[in-house]
């Protein structure tokens, strides 16, 4: 009896979860006339492409297509998770394998960063970056996006060098390797567990953030999805059609990417408890 409850309270967490998606997969494959109906359908009854092929056809902005924007967004997101991925790494193992001072200090640091609500960092980050002159810059963009998510990588990461044994590495020394070998062949492929796990937060942050990426892209032809999605919202109206269509292209590279990831991510977040 207590199995069943828990699988039923477990059915009901997956369906309340996972509806949302439905929903909108469904909403993007309706006419107008069933989206905007007195009884909508949970299921479309003539299924229909013309959202998709409305958005895709380059009319949402003169001049830009919803590809520019989709190729805007992927850029800024890879050079977030492998920039975070290989900083943070080599900071993890700093903080993990040698004794320095202010090594407490830098912990919690990491730590009072990631409870700053990001509204407040608005104002500074765009004085920095306009300084810099990265304004209406995807790299400004990037460099924005990697302040965030480095401390929540580096802290995590920690976790996962800490668990593998100095002895490997003292044993790959012993055999003649250097430094950098025992880190190259040693400790980075008992490490990947952790950073595929950090680059799925990394890749997620930088793929659907909107509030600095609509203040520090000002040419359309830069936007990334989020900001583009912001045009089907109307003062006196909203193209739910549409809007649900982008909604599902923009989910689609990160349900994929988890996809190809999430037994590496699984057995990393396993092994990176063992030791902290």
């Given at each position: 009896m207590k199995r069943f409850a828990l699988?039923?309270?477990?059915?009901?967490?997956?369906?309340?979860?996972?509806?949302p998606v439905f929903w909108m997969i469904s909403t993007s494959l309706k006419p107008n006339r069933e989206i905007f109906s007195a009884t909508p359908q949970p299921v479309p009854r003539e299924p229909t492409l013309q959202h998709y092929r409305n958005i895709l056809s380059g009319d949402l902005i003169p001049g830009v297509s919803f590809t520019d924007f989709f190729i805007n967004s992927a850029i800024v997101a890879i050079a977030t998770v492998l920039l975070s991925g290989l900083l943070?790494?080599?900071?993890?193992?700093?903080?993990?394998?040698?004794?320095?001072?202010?090594?407490?200090a830098f912990l919690v640091m990491l730590l009072v960063v990631q409870m700053i609500p990001l509204e407040a960092l608005v104002i500074p980050l765009f004085l920095m970056i306009r300084r810099l002159g990265l304004y209406n810059q995807l790299p400004g963009l990037?460099?924005?996006?990697?302040?965030?998510?480095?401390p929540f990588a580096v802290w995590m990461l920690r976790g996962f060098v800490a668990a593998v044994p100095r002895e490997l590495e003292?044993?790959?020394?012993?055999?003649?390797?250097?430094?950098?070998?025992?880190f190259?062949?040693?400790?980075?492929?008992?490490?990947?567990?952790?950073?595929?796990?950090?680059?799925?937060?990394s890749f997620i942050t930088a793929w659907n953030?909107?509030?600095f990426a609509l203040t520090f892209i000002s040419t359309e032809d830069?936007?990334?999805?989020?900001?583009?999605?912001?045009?089907?919202?109307?003062?006196?109206?909203?193209?739910?059609?549409?809007?649900?269509?982008?909604?599902?292209?923009?989910?689609?590279?990160?349900?994929?990417?988890?996809v190809l990831v999430q037994r590496?991510?699984?057995?990393?977040l396993v092994s990176g408890a063992v030791k902290g």
């Open positions: 699988n039923a309270v477990g059915l009901l967490v997956a369906l309340f979860a996972v509806f943070a790494l080599l900071a993890a193992t700093a903080v993990a394998r040698f004794r320095f001072r202010l090594r407490t990037v460099l924005v996006y990697l302040g965030f998510s480095l003292e044993a790959a020394a012993i055999d003649g390797a250097t430094r950098w070998q025992a190259w062949r040693i400790l980075l492929p008992l490490v990947a567990p952790g950073l595929v796990a950090t680059s799925i937060f953030e909107l509030i830069r936007y990334t999805l989020p900001v583009a999605m912001t045009y089907f919202f109307g003062r006196d109206d909203t193209a739910w059609g549409p809007v649900m269509a982008a909604s599902t292209l923009l989910t689609l590279p990160v349900m994929i990417f988890f590496r991510m699984v057995s990393g």
